[in-house]
Nanobody, 124 residues
Framework: QVRLVESGGGLVQAGDSLRLSCAASGRTFSSTTVGWFRQAPGKEREFVAA????????RYADSVKGRFTISRDNVKNTVYLQMNSLKPEDTAVYSC?????????????????WGQGTQVTVSS
């Protein structure tokens, strides 16, 4: 099991940038694939981005391609989500999730461990 803690959320204006962090502890982080998901009020949780345990592969939702970048630092046991050109429709609670040695799945049920989430609000 890996414990995940998100940070970096906040209130920004459309067009601004934010960088979210997902700090991990517990199971060996270097074998953990990490995904970012988000959930807006009244909507289902949706996939945002994922990065393979090795860092050699990433995956993005179409809605964030070209604007968001996922990366990881296995020395600091942290995964980052750099979000640029934010839009009001990006407003949601963002959560990171981990799976052991798995691929960059976009399905919530493939992930075993979840953080509590951090709120991102983008005003127009």
């Amino acid at each position: 099991q890996v414990r995940l803690v998100e940070s970096g959320g906040g209130l920004v204006q459309a067009g601004d940038s934010l960088r979210l962090s997902c700090a991990a502890s517990g199971r060996t982080f270097s074998s953990t694939t990490v995904g970012w998901f988000r959930q807006a009020p009244g909507k289902e949780r949706e996939f945002v981005a994922a990065i393979l345990w090795s860092g050699r592969s990433t995956r993005y939702a179409d809605s964030v391609k070209g604007r968001f970048t996922i990366s990881r630092d296995n020395v600091k046991n942290t995964v980052y989500l750099q979000m640029n050109s934010l839009k009001p429709e990006d407003t949601a609670v963002y959560s990171c999730a981990g799976r052991n040695n798995g691929g960059t799945s976009g399905n919530t049920y493939d992930y075993d461990d979840w953080g509590q989430g951090t709120q991102v609000t983008v005003s127009s």
